[in-house]
């Protein structure tokens, strides 16, 4: 059985000797291993993919027995298992299909039980996809907060979903909402960036997938992509541009959270690729 351990603490000597000592203890084999300690907050960060012959339950007793001492924050999971997403959308459909697609390729460890959206126009797409559908009011969010409890959600994906989320839905499901703004953040906040580059005259554009806070678009950067434009690129070549960057940026960020591949340290991320 192949098992993903994530640990993240304070970083001290002894954790990666101790962290390999306790898979060897379950009989386990590491297949992948990577580590990182934040210069800035001291935060050490490590992600091992290992196989073993024993249970989920007895490797997890096993390992947080041996790691306690350093105080860290683990997360021990089968890598078979895949995460459910809850997807949010309005009316774009490129996210969502790219998102379907991967995951039909089986390229994306998801699992999408429940689209939730604030227009019908892509009902269709979703239930030819076998994937439930919901058509919500724009003020609704008792009814994401019905769909995460009742599909056992482990994450929200806004694949172009234009409404804010209240403080209180952001700090529930913290860390766990990816979105794709349609800007290369910092810059470009807001409606119609591609037209705000366009006055701009700029000579790139990007997009970004973040971690959704309270604060719009201020969240932790997962992923962020850029390509080449000039002063004969028209606004609606733009967009159509940066609809093929969103779409790639958003499933790369939603597979590195899928594979627990992303920590937090404060307003930043430490992504292992």
């Excluded at 309270?214 to 002063?231: A, C, F, M, S, Y």
Aim: glycine letters at 4%; one cysteine or more; a negative charge.
């Amino acid at each position: 059985m192949k098992l993903i351990a994530t640990l993240q603490c304070q970083d001290q000597p002894g954790i990666v000797n101790a962290m390999t000592s306790a898979i060897l203890d379950c009989s386990g084999n590491i297949i992948e291993n990577q580590q990182f300690t934040d210069p800035i907050t001291n935060l050490f960060v490590m992600r091992t993919k290992f196989d073993t012959n024993k249970l989920v339950g007895d490797a997890k007793e096993i390992i947080e027995s041996k790691m306690k001492k350093f105080k860290p924050e683990m997360s021990i999971r089968e890598s078979a298992k895949k995460k459910k997403a809850l997807v949010l959308v309005s009316k774009e459909s490129h996210c969502l299909r790219d998102l379907l697609y991967l995951m039909e390729l089986g390229e994306l460890p998801i699992e999408i039980p429940l689209v939730i959206s604030n227009h019908e126009e892509l009902k269709p797409l979703v239930e030819s996809h076998g994937i439930s559908f919901k058509l919500i009011d724009n003020k609704d969010e008792r009814s994401i907060q019905d769909g995460i409890k009742e599909f056992d959600i482990d994450f929200v994906v806004l694949a172009r979903y234009m409404q804010i989320l209240s403080p209180s839905l952001c700090e529930q499901m913290d860390g766990r909402i990816i979105n794709i703004h349609h800007s290369f953040l910092p810059g470009f906040k807001g409606a119609k960036p591609y037209h705000q580059a366009y006055q701009k005259g700029v000579k790139i554009i990007g997009a970004t997938a973040h971690f959704v806070t309270k604060e719009l678009d201020e969240g932790p950067i997962i992923e962020q992509d850029v390509t080449n434009v000039n002063h004969a690129t028209s606004p609606d070549e733009l967009v159509a541009i940066g609809r093929d960057i969103e779409r790639r940026v958003l499933s790369k960020a939603v597979k590195l959270f899928a594979e627990d591949r992303i920590f937090q340290a404060e307003n930043r991320t430490i992504v292992f690729n």
